[in-house]
């Protein structure tokens, strides 16, 4: 009995969780940097234009790699291990560490939601679908701003966060404050996945092709599955005597989270450079379009199909990443505007109507004295609207 009890403690003593961790925390954050870099070529080359998301995808890039940094110089000081093999010098620097990976998480969340919210502010057409996206920036920038401080002054004084028994010390209830802001990461994540469907809801494509749209816009809210198993391990962690054991999967989980979010937000935006590749585009080296920016007035075609007072225009528009979409307007209002955001304002830039002559004043038949008939049709006599030569007067 004695020597089984030994050799589990032996065991215990020898258990790493590093030598899984270490690879996760170098494979993924490459992963996500190699997509990132194929995006930024993408755009600085091909579409010859870079925006706000583009720039925001990089500051989270740029945080999930110090996460990462952090993640495997804890795992250098005894993160991985059980709590009862780690010195109390290792332990304090394992705390120290702590602060700067939940920092580096928060921005890397942070600027994929914004990046996210940038391309929907770029692509919709409606003033309202504008300012519902401004909103939710606005709503992730003030949870940023809180997840900072709470992450800031987790305990007060500050430094009671890595040294232990620090006499008046006031520390947050970790078992509470971690799983409320995962959680809101979570509801920040599915409201970007409901997003597309609300912007794309004026397409007049087929409902399965506007479905399908919407899922590949989405992408980037993917994540939110790796947030749901994220929870449950915060969860379990946060109320562990075994800190040191239990709390590596939520950081690797993290890790996980954010580059998965990265590498998924970056898959729309890949289709130009798809297209000159020839293998993968059926043999044949595809032109990328121009990107639609905000300031930029898409073509307004004139509707072959429209008759008499029929304001209704179908616009064809091709954008740098979702192809060519077909859009329609109707009085003037656009219902299903093209991607571009049209006037300054963001409203909808409503179509070009097809000219239509002023309408011929007709006058009664009457009898000439010559005992034929005559129709006194013309226009009315107006130095803006002179007369065709078919109702000129020949020359006798």
């Excluded at 030598?19 to 070529?41: H, N, Q, W």
């Excluded at 304090?92 to 919210?117: C, D, E, M």
Aim: glycine letters at 6%.
């Amino acid at each position: 009995m004695s020597s089984n009890s030994t050799d589990a403690l032996a065991y215990r003593r020898n258990e790493n969780r590093a030598s899984d961790g270490v690879p996760i925390s170098i494979i993924f954050p490459a992963i996500a940097l190699f997509l990132v870099t194929l995006r930024i070529y993408t755009r600085a080359f091909l579409v010859r234009k870079v925006f706000m998301e583009d720039y925001a995808i990089m500051v989270a890039t740029a945080a999930s790699i110090v996460v990462s940094v952090f993640v495997v110089i804890a795992f250098s000081n005894g993160a991985g291990r059980h709590i009862e093999t780690v010195s109390p010098e290792e332990f304090a620097r394992i705390r120290k560490f702590s602060p700067a990976v939940h920092q580096g998480y928060n921005i890397a969340h942070t600027f994929i939601k914004l990046s996210i919210a940038f391309q929907y502010i770029r692509i919709s057409v409606m003033a309202i679908e504008k300012r519902l996206c401004y909103a939710f920036c606005a709503v992730v920038t003030c949870g940023f701003i809180a997840l900072v401080f709470h992450s800031v002054f987790y305990c007060i004084p500050i430094h009671a966060a890595w040294t232990p028994n620090v006499p008046g010390a006031v520390c947050i209830n970790s078992a509470i404050a971690l799983p409320a802001a995962q959680i809101y990461h979570i509801t920040m994540d599915f409201i970007i996945l409901l997003g597309p469907f609300i912007i794309l809801r004026h397409l007049t494509t087929p409902w399965p092709q506007r479905i399908l749209l919407g899922l590949v816009l989405a992408f980037g809210a993917m994540a939110s599955i790796v947030s749901v198993l994220r929870l449950m391990v915060v969860l379990h962690s946060a109320k562990s005597t075994d800190r040191t054991w239990d709390t590596v999967n939520s950081a690797l989980y993290g890790i996980i989270e954010i580059s998965v979010g990265i590498a998924c937000s970056c898959f729309v935006t890949l289709r130009p450079l798809f297209g000159r590749w020839r293998w993968l585009s059926g043999g044949r080296k595809e032109e990328p379009p121009q990107a639609i920016t905000p300031g930029q007035k898409p073509p307004r075609p004139r509707d072959p199909f429209s008759v008499g007072t029929d304001s209704t225009q179908v616009i064809t528009i091709p954008d740098v990443e979702l192809g060519t979409m077909h859009t329609a307007s109707c009085d003037g209002s656009t219902r299903a505007g093209s991607r571009a955001g049209g006037g300054e304002g963001g409203d909808a830039v409503p179509p070009a109507r097809p000219y239509s002559p002023p309408a011929a004043q007709y006058h009664p038949r009457h009898r000439s004295d010559d005992g034929q008939d005559h129709h006194l049709s013309s226009v009315t006599e107006d130095s803006d609207h002179p007369r065709s030569p078919a109702t000129q007067p020949r020359d006798k």
